[in-house]
């Protein structure tokens, strides 16, 4: 385990909650805090799994990705899940492709910060 890495994953995580609780607006909760999600992702995953960063990072998007997949079909729906409100919040319920640019981003943001840090070393 690599403390370094869930230590970001917690403050990334703090910062989410606070987004979902304290934020509405058209910016912050729906394109940032999607953008922080996938960093948290890589974040908790580099934590525990010991393998190349950048493999990391595409299991990451994957994962984001195929989250986003979910809603596009109304998986809560589906399982009959969607009256738990935590739920909602953690898997989201409305697909959009800004959802998955900020996805990427966020995962491109890792590598650029990880690959930079090879290149100094």
Known sequence: MKTKYLIISCSILIVEIIIALFVNDQFIRPIFGDYLASILVFYLLATFLKTDLNKIAILSLLISYAIEFLQYIHILELLDLHKIKIL????????????????????????????YKKLLK
């Not at 898997?91 to 943001?109: E, K, P, Q, R, V």
Request: proline share 0%; hydrophobic share 55%; net charge negative.
């Open 88 to 115: 909602n919040v953690l898997l989201g319920n409305s697909f959009s492709w800004t959802d998955m640019l900020a996805y990427t981003l966020g995962i491109m943001t890792v590598v650029l910060i990880h690959n």
